[in-house]
C-alpha cells in the first residue's frame, strides 16, 4: 500500500490535538481469494479514506522532541473491492505512535510507526478485514491566521 495523510489539526490543549485527515491510496492486493493460484496475479486499487484524529502528546527531556500517540478512524472508497470479492466502502481506523523533533531553525519533522485495519463492519457478506504496518515521516507546516 502507499499512501499520504493530509492532516487539519487543532489544538484542544497544550497535549491534545484533534483533526479531519485525508489519505488518498493505492492497495496492491490479489485479485481473488486464492492469489495467484489460478494466474489472476495482482491489481493496484485507488482509494480514498477521510478519518477524524486524536492526537495526544507527552513531553521528552528537554523541548526539542515530544512523543506522540493518536488514533483515527473513517469511511473509506476504493474504486474496486478492497480485499478481493468484499466491498468498495470500508472504514480505515489507524492507530500510531512517534516522535516530533522541533530543531531549532527548520521545521519539525515526524517519524513514527502507523497501524491501519481496513474493515467493512460487517455489513458485506465477506468481511476478512485487511491489516497494514507503515513507517511515517512527514513535517508540520503552519499557517498564521
Do not use: K
Amino acid at each position: 500500500m502507499t499512501a499520504v495523510n493530509l492532516e487539519l489539526t487543532w489544538s484542544i490543549s497544550p497535549r491534545t490535538a484533534i483533526g479531519f485527515v485525508v489519505t488518498p491510496m493505492v492497495v496492491n492486493q490479489p485479485r481473488s481469494w486464492f492469489g495467484n493460484a489460478f494466474g489472476d496475479g495482482d491489481e493496484n486499487v485507488r482509494a480514498v479514506s477521510g478519518s477524524v484524529l486524536v492526537r495526544r502528546y507527552f513531553r521528552l527531556n528537554g523541548e526539542r522532541s515530544r512523543l506522540f500517540v493518536e488514533l483515527s478512524s473513517g469511511p473509506m472508497w476504493a474504486e474496486q473491492r478492497v480485499p478481493a470479492l468484499t466491498s468498495h466502502f470500508n472504514f480505515a481506523s489507524q492507530a500510531a505512535i512517534g516522535l516530533v523533533l522541533l530543531p531549532r531553525s527548520a521545521m519539525p519533522v515526524i517519524v513514527g510507526y502507523r497501524f491501519m485495519h481496513i474493515s467493512n463492519g460487517g455489513y458485506a457478506p465477506r468481511n476478512p478485514g485487511l491489516g497494514v504496518s507503515s513507517i511515517m515521516i512527514g513535517t508540520v507546516v503552519h499557517f498564521e491566521r
